[in-house]
């Protein structure tokens, strides 16, 4: 699946598509380096009748978008960086992910339209990335056996994104 965006900047979220970029890249399949962001923190859970829902409870803390930022702009995975390459080369960063429950690339999704969004650069920036999820209908239908009907895996992008 990953050999269709070999050509383009890949941001894996998290490790379970770290997973499957490192054996691709391992055997030599032509993937070349990615960047690997840290981010397990997620304040939005699915919902079925809204698709979603935002805990603003669980939400990050000021200070802890504060220190995200940098370390996001320290790695070159923030919105500048990704809306300048797309500038520069017309290339769409990948953002890839796990997607069986939207919570954490949904809550990413979110900082990352935030900090955008406070750089103006928010449209610019959601033209600038691709969305790439690992889903398994068979995993979803091991984590709830007793529901009648179960959703296809998918992102949901957050309210400043949609």
Same mark, same amino acid.
């Given at each position: 699946?990953?050999?269709?965006?070999?050509?383009?900047?890949?941001?894996?979220?998290?490790?379970?598509?770290?997973?499957?970029?490192?054996?691709?890249?391992?055997?030599?399949? +032509?993937?070349? &380096?990615?960047?690997?962001? @840290?981010?397990? *923190? #997620?304040?939005? %859970?699915?919902?079925?009748?809204?698709?979603?829902?935002?805990?603003?409870?669980? +939400?990050?803390? &000021?200070?802890?978008?504060? @220190?995200?930022? *940098? #370390?996001?702009? %320290?790695?070159?995975?923030?919105?500048?960086?990704?809306?300048?390459?797309?500038?520069?080369?017309? &290339?769409?960063?990948?953002?890839?992910?796990?997607?069986?429950?939207?919570?954490?690339?949904?809550?990413?999704?979110?900082?990352?339209?935030?900090?955008?969004?406070?750089?103006?650069?928010?449209?610019?920036?959601?033209?600038?990335?691709?969305?790439?999820?690992?889903?398994?209908?068979?995993?979803?239908?091991?984590?709830?056996?007793?529901?009648?009907?179960?959703?296809?895996?998918?992102?949901?992008?957050?309210?400043?994104?949609?």
């Amino acid at each position: 699946m990953y050999l269709k965006y070999k050509d383009q900047p890949i941001i894996c979220l998290g490790r379970s598509p770290k997973w499957f970029l490192n054996a691709a890249f391992w055997m030599k399949d +032509g993937i070349p &380096e990615y960047k690997f962001v @840290a981010f397990s *923190k #997620y304040w939005y %859970r699915p919902d079925y009748r809204e698709g979603i829902k935002r805990y603003e409870d669980k +939400g990050p803390t &000021e200070k802890e978008v504060i @220190a995200y930022r *940098k #370390y996001l702009q %320290r790695i070159q995975a923030d919105p500048y960086s990704i809306v300048k390459h797309h500038l520069e080369t017309g &290339e769409t960063t990948v953002i890839t992910d796990s997607i069986c429950s939207v919570k954490v690339c949904t809550s990413f999704l979110e900082v990352m339209g935030d900090y955008a969004d406070d750089l103006g650069i928010l449209e610019e920036f959601s033209k600038s990335i691709q969305i790439v999820g690992i889903g398994s209908m068979e995993y979803m239908e091991d984590l709830h056996p007793e529901a009648d009907e179960i959703d296809i895996p998918k992102v949901h992008m957050p309210p400043i994104l949609q």
